[in-house]
């Protein structure tokens, strides 16, 4: 695992650079399958399921974007208390690194932090909480401004 913020930004973007070229390609299909749907004669259920993968395709990114975010928290958690097996729930990990001895992240980075948090929840657990409603461009803003907070680098202590 990374022990620089730099490299887990740099992460995180490229989640979101895949989420980019994977709703292209979903578009382009759609629109050359609409023009010519014969295209997909032989593969009647992926023609089916075609759509439905497009409108996912935002909620599975934002899934694999918050598990690139967590991925960090866990490292930087890791490091700080020496224990390479030490395991918190996201919702712990975001409170506890947030709120730290009066150098903490402020509240509201926090909470929307965490917002994210409930977002992938929804779409990880078909979740019908009050989660609302988020683009991966402003998840991805949310979360990357909580990484903004963490030291430079952090020394690893995993084995």
Known sequence: MPHLRFDWHEHLKEVER?????QFAVDRLLNEVAKNPSILVESESVRSSLRTAYE????????????????????????RHND????EDAAVLI??????RGQGIS????????A???V????????DSSAENMSIKEAA??????????PESWVSFEK
């Open 95 to 100: 409170d506890s690194i947030g709120g730290r």
């Open 18 to 22: 895949e989420y980019r070229a994977a």
């Open 116 to 118: 994210v948090r409930r």
């Open 56 to 79: 996912n395709l935002e909620g599975t990114y934002l899934v694999r974007l918050f598990a690139a975010f967590e991925a960090g928290l866990r490292s930087f958690d890791r490091a």
């Open 107 to 114: 509240a509201s980075i926090r909470a929307n932090a965490q």
């Open 84 to 87: 390479s097996t030490r395991r």
């Open 120 to 127: 992938r929840n929804r779409w990880a657990h078909e979740d």
């Open 141 to 150: 803003a949310r979360l990357q401004n909580f990484l903004s907070w963490l």
